[in-house]
């Protein structure tokens, strides 16, 4: 079983920046895909960002394309999403999933692709 903790989440004024990790409890994330989901009060999960588990390919949602950055440190075996330009409808429980992959080039855009999801952290925009 593969527990998976976020962190960096808080509260931040239109046009700030935050940094949200994703980490795996006793293991390394390095061998797996991840994605980063987000759900807000009153919406279904969306699908925000994803990273195959080279790193070398990465998709976003439409939205926050040009704005966040999903990238991983594999010295700490972290992923992490860089969030730039943070607009209020940002606002939502951010969550990240991973899934062991045999190939190093795929990564997963549905949430039920992955075996494994984090407890969330909460982003706050204010305007």
């Known amino acids: 079983q593969v527990q998976l903790a976020e962190s960096g989440g808080g509260l931040v004024q239109a046009g700030g920046s935050l940094r949200l990790s994703c980490a795996a409890s006793?293991?390394?994330?390095?061998?797996?895909?991840t994605g980063w989901f987000r759900q807000a009060p009153g919406k279904e999960r969306e699908f925000v960002a994803a990273?195959?588990?080279?790193?070398?390919?990465?998709y976003y949602e439409n939205s926050v394309r040009g704005r966040f950055t999903i990238s991983r440190d594999y010295a700490k075996g972290t992923v992490y999403l860089q969030m730039n330009s943070l607009k209020p409808e940002d606002t939502a429980l951010y969550y990240c999933?991973?899934?062991?992959?045999?190939?190093?080039?795929?990564?997963?855009?549905?949430?039920?692709?992955?075996?494994?999801r984090g407890q969330g952290t909460q982003v706050t925009v204010s305007s």
């Open positions: 006793g293991r390394t994330l390095s061998s797996y895909a």
């Open positions: 999933a991973a899934k062991r992959t045999l190939f190093d080039d795929v990564y997963y855009t549905t949430e039920r692709a992955y075996d494994y």
């Open positions: 990273t195959s588990s080279s790193g070398g390919h990465t």
